[in-house]
């Protein structure tokens, strides 16, 4: 991947399973009365823990997935497809779930394979925010944002 931020980020903001866990109910409210959901799209892998909460939140059963990487570390790169979604066709109906919105990079990919999608981001920077139909908080552009599911595994 070509990396188009060489730097490391200089504000790093630790996020816990408990305020991911407030922000998916939050961002559930948000979007129940724009529904019905005819299934959810996670963005991998980041959008796969906000996408199980939302989805029972909601009493939504059938979740895809679509894999695009476009970090190395901390160092974002050219993104790629590596899985497409299989079952939600042109996006009508699908609620598509990430955990972040940063370029917008990735948000611009899902939205040319699946333009008709409403897509819900429980986080936003500046950059990309505009992409997503609806996000729970936003955090400046320069910060780091450390998921709880992307710490180390103890050995």
């Known amino acids: 991947m070509k990396s188009s931020h060489p730097a490391p980020p200089r504000h ?3 996020l816990s399973w408990d305020e991911v866990r407030r922000d998916c109910v939050e961002l ?3 979007l129940a009365g724009r529904g019905p959901w005819r299934g959810i799209v996670a963005v991998t892998r980041g959008g796969l823990a906000p996408a199980a909460l939302v989805a029972r939140a909601l009493g939504v059963r059938l979740i895809e997935t679509v894999a695009i990487a476009s ?3 901390q160092i974002l790169g050219e993104p790629m497809v590596l899985k497409p979604p299989s079952a939600a066709g ?3 109906g699908w609620l598509v779930i990430d955990d972040l919105v940063d370029s917008g990079a990735t948000i ?3 939205r040319t394979i699946l333009p008709t999608a409403h897509v ?3 986080y936003a920077k500046p950059q990309g925010q505009a992409l997503a139909d609806v996000f729970v908080r936003s955090f400046p552009q ?3 944002l450390d998921f ?3 710490m180390p595994l103890p050995a």
């Open 142 to 144: 320069e910060c780091w």
């Open 108 to 110: 611009r990919i899902v």
């Open 71 to 73: 970090y190395d570390g």
């Open 12 to 14: 790093r903001i630790a």
């Open 148 to 150: 709880p599911w992307e």
């Open 90 to 92: 042109d996006g009508a």
């Open 120 to 122: 819900a981001v429980l």
């Open 28 to 30: 559930a409210r948000l």
